[in-house]
């Protein structure tokens, strides 16, 4: 393929890529820094979901989206592309040092579609999801290796292209500049590593941790008190004991509520579950109107926290199961089950269910403070700001 013809076509390539890479760019800022965000054109199903893999600690390399560092491979492509007219300036003499611009193009596109690999099959068996602008800059990558190495051969292009690195190291002002590169490379991942700027779906991923990945509930209280006897601020949470994010959250307000003063944490009731959820449309989580029931029943001989946190643990499947639980906590069981399928304990359900409503709170797990609202979770720091603001202090 003649100079010629091989840059135009390059040129294209690299072009269609770095369109696409801004796309997924904008893609990935809304998804993580933008809560108004629509859904992008290639979210189409919970499969073809390139918002969900946005979403993702995978999304990111040292705290840098793959997005932008695909933005620095396209825009280090058309350098080389156009290399031998930029280094006539001045101030970009150093460019000098590229000597063989097709073979850099060659071994980054074999090295960029090897590494595109390792994310697709990420993608596909531990996200789940598959990412069609990404899968297409993966094709694209390779095809552009393709075209730079016509009249080289891989091997050729990878010994040039180490070939003119140790050369251009050999220079002493080139190797220091390289070194100074080097370390402001180095320090500024170290930075987005470590701040998260760029990727704070992996900031939240680790705040979470302590609380997902937990057993059993370490800061667990017993009885029907959470909190401050006369508190200052009054957490109200809204819970599921069959949501799964909802297990992590009680350990987070347990926490909360230990470490601040002032604070008294308040626990209503919201199942998903059409037994006595009566906005529900379809079921979610069957079985949780009988478990809120008896973590109600247990409230009133004074263990409701106990109650709560074993419900939560051992997830029961049965009535029987919780009265294995009941009988673990040394309740009188008999009460227990008569106070469990009583009216008033469902009337009790059905407010907090109507309360939750009214308050424009249709999931698990939400939050109440001083009449805001919000739905789902946030990381521990985030709610302990929340609740600081709204006049709790550090014991």
Same mark, same amino acid.
């Given at each position: 393929?003649?100079?010629? !013809?091989?840059?135009?076509?390059?040129?294209?390539? +690299?072009?269609? /890529?770095?369109?696409?890479?801004?796309?997924?760019? =904008?893609?990935?800022?809304?998804?993580?820094?933008?809560?108004?965000?629509?859904?992008?054109?290639?979210?189409?199903?919970?499969?073809?979901?390139?918002? /969900?893999?946005?979403?993702?600690?995978?999304?990111?390399?040292?705290?840098?989206?793959?997005?932008?560092?695909?933005?620095?491979?396209?825009?280090?492509?058309?350098?080389?592309?156009?290399?031998?007219?930029? !280094?006539?300036?001045?101030?970009?003499?150093?460019?000098?040092?590229?000597?063989?611009?097709?073979?850099?193009?060659?071994?980054?596109?074999?090295? %960029?579609?090897?590494?595109?690999?390792?994310?697709?099959?990420? %993608?596909?068996?531990?996200?789940?999801?598959?990412?069609?602008?990404?899968?297409?800059?993966?094709?694209?990558?390779?095809?552009?290796?393709?075209?730079?190495?016509?009249?080289?051969?891989?091997? %050729?292009?990878?010994?040039?292209?180490?070939?003119?690195?140790?050369?251009?190291?050999?220079?002493?002002?080139?190797?220091?500049?390289?070194?100074?590169?080097?370390?402001? $490379?180095?320090?500024?991942?170290? &930075?987005?590593?470590?701040?998260?700027?760029?990727?704070?779906?992996? !900031?939240?991923?680790?705040?979470?941790?302590?609380?997902?990945?937990?057993?059993?509930?370490?800061? $667990? =209280?017993?009885?029907?008190?959470?909190? #401050?006897?006369?508190?200052?601020? =009054?957490?109200?949470?809204? +819970?599921?004991?069959?949501?799964?994010?909802?297990? #992590? &959250?009680?350990?987070?307000?347990?926490?909360? $509520?230990?470490?601040?003063?002032?604070?008294?944490?308040?626990?209503?009731?919201?199942?998903?579950? +059409?037994?006595?959820?009566? &906005?529900?449309?379809?079921?979610?989580?069957?079985?949780?109107?009988?478990?809120?029931?008896?973590?109600?029943?247990?409230?009133?001989?004074?263990?409701?926290?106990?109650?709560?946190?074993?419900?939560?643990?051992? *997830?029961?499947?049965?009535?029987? @199961?919780?009265?294995?639980? $009941? *009988?673990?906590?040394?309740?009188?069981?008999?009460?227990?089950?008569?106070?469990?399928?009583?009216?008033?304990?469902?009337? *009790?359900? *059905?407010?907090?269910?109507?309360?939750?409503?009214?308050?424009?709170?249709?999931?698990?797990?939400?939050?109440?403070?001083? /009449?805001?609202?919000?739905?789902?979770?946030? +990381?521990?720091?985030?709610? !302990?700001?929340?609740?600081?603001?709204?006049?709790?202090? @550090?014991?």
């Amino acid at each position: 393929m003649e100079k010629d !013809k091989k840059m135009i076509a390059i040129s294209i390539l +690299t072009f269609i /890529g770095l369109v696409t890479t801004i796309k997924l760019a =904008v893609i990935y800022y809304n998804a993580n820094f933008n809560p108004y965000a629509l859904a992008s054109f290639c979210s189409v199903n919970d499969f073809i979901d390139c918002d /969900g893999i946005a979403k993702t600690t995978e999304s990111q390399f040292f705290g840098i989206p793959l997005a932008y560092w695909g933005l620095l491979l396209y825009s280090f492509i058309f350098i080389m592309l156009f290399v031998d007219k930029l !280094k006539n300036f001045k101030w970009l003499k150093f460019l000098e040092v590229f000597k063989n611009p097709f073979s850099y193009i060659a071994a980054l596109g074999v090295i %960029s579609f090897t590494i595109s690999m390792v994310l697709l099959f990420v %993608s596909l068996f531990e996200i789940k999801k598959l990412c069609i602008l990404c899968a297409f800059t993966y094709v694209l990558n390779l095809v552009i290796a393709v075209v730079a190495v016509q009249g080289i051969g891989f091997k %050729s292009a990878f010994k040039n292209s180490f070939e003119d690195f140790v050369t251009a190291l050999k220079t002493k002002s080139y190797a220091i500049a390289f070194g100074i590169v080097l370390i402001l $490379a180095a320090s500024f991942l170290t &930075y987005t590593s470590i701040s998260y700027v760029f990727a704070p779906q992996v !900031k939240k991923q680790k705040e979470f941790k302590e609380f997902t990945k937990a057993k059993t509930n370490k800061y $667990a =209280v017993s009885g029907n008190l959470l909190g #401050a006897e006369n508190p200052k601020v =009054v957490l109200h949470a809204y +819970t599921d004991y069959k949501c799964p994010m909802c297990f #992590a &959250y009680n350990i987070m307000i347990h926490k909360l $509520a230990k470490e601040l003063d002032g604070v008294k944490v308040v626990h209503h009731n919201m199942p998903l579950d +059409t037994e006595c959820n009566r &906005y529900l449309r379809q079921e979610f989580h069957k079985g949780s109107c009988t478990m809120a029931k008896y973590a109600v029943a247990a409230e009133k001989q004074g263990k409701f926290w106990d109650m709560n946190n074993l419900l939560f643990e051992k *997830q029961p499947n049965s009535e029987k @199961e919780i009265m294995e639980i $009941a *009988q673990s906590l040394n309740l009188d069981l008999e009460k227990l089950q008569d106070d469990a399928n009583s009216l008033e304990t469902m009337r *009790q359900i *059905q407010n907090d269910i109507d309360d939750a409503y009214s308050n424009s709170i249709n999931g698990t797990p939400s939050t109440i403070i001083n /009449g805001k609202h919000h739905v789902g979770m946030k +990381t521990y720091s985030e709610f !302990k700001k929340w609740l600081k603001d709204e006049g709790a202090t @550090e014991k």
